[in-house]
T-cell receptor, first 114, second 114 residues
Framework: AQSVTQLDSQVPVFEEAPVELRCNYS??????LFWYVQYPNQGLQLLLK??????LVESINGFEAEFNKSQTSFHLRKPSVHISDTAEYFC????????????FGKGTKLTVNP | DGGITQSPKYLFRKEGQNVTLSCEQN?????MYWYRQDPGQGLRLIYY???????QKGDIAEGYSVSREKKESFPLTVTSAQKNPTAFYLC?????????????FGAGTRLSVL
């Protein structure tokens, strides 16, 4: 079985500052990894994913995440955040063997202050 | 316009009452999921269905029931046996083509107890 730990429940930052949201996972098999974003009172939207290939994956709005197999991590980063990035971010993992279930972390609430 | 539609957006339940949350998808996905979200606890899996006329319990199925009579529809009933139903409920469907295992979410239903 897989598990996901998001190390920070809340991350406050100032606008235009860099940010890193940390995610560690545990699994005995190879995995797929995801970051989802949730704006207030909305569903989750896929932000980016690691399925295979390059360990550095990017989203269209400037976020990136790096899959580090040795450290079992998939941290999310952005070099300069905007007010509109204020949201809750969820890391998720599923095994490549097709268990059909996603396991989510408990979320990190990012607040970008002016 | 493809996607997942959840209704209603807000729902109130009286004590002893069963209520049903609707989830419809037109993405032609085989698998569908119901999650419960409580503040600070991330998403917890209630039930999932990988194919029509079949479904499995998730981690917190007690007090809930589902049906999957059509590929497009996966309604969730919150029964009177669920003593703490106040939460945000999210439905998702999964694109498992080419091993992607990507889940897409509806906008959610917020259930409160009167």
């Amino acid at each position: 079985a897989q598990s996901v730990t998001q190390l920070d429940s809340q991350v406050p930052v100032f606008e235009e500052a860099p940010v890193e949201l940390r995610c560690n996972y545990s699994s005995s098999v190879s995995v797929y990894l995801f970051w989802y974003v949730q704006y207030p009172n909305q569903g989750l939207q896929l932000l980016l994913k690691y399925l295979s290939g390059s360990t550095l994956v990017e989203s269209i709005n400037g976020f990136e995440a790096e899959f580090n197999k040795s450290q079992t991590s998939f941290h999310l980063r952005k070099p300069s955040v905007h007010i509109s990035d204020t949201a809750e971010y969820f890391c998720a993992v599923t095994d490549q063997g097709g268990s059909e279930k996603l396991v989510f972390g408990k979320g990190t609430k990012l607040t970008v202050n002016p | 316009d493809g996607g997942i539609t959840q209704s209603p957006k807000y729902l109130f339940r009286k004590e002893g009452q069963n209520v049903t949350l609707s989830c419809e998808q037109n993405l032609n996905h085989d698998a569908m999921y119901w999650y419960r979200q409580d503040p600070g606890q991330g998403l917890r899996l209630i039930y999932y269905s990988q194919i029509v006329n079949d479904f499995q319990k998730g981690d917190i199925a007690e007090g809930y029931s589902v049906s999957r009579e059509k590929k497009e529809s996966f309604p969730l009933t919150v029964t009177s046996a669920q003593k703490n139903p106040t939460a945000f409920y999210l439905c998702a469907s999964q694109d498992s083509s080419h091993g992607k295992n990507i889940q897409y979410f509806g906008a959610g239903t917020r259930l409160s107890v009167l």
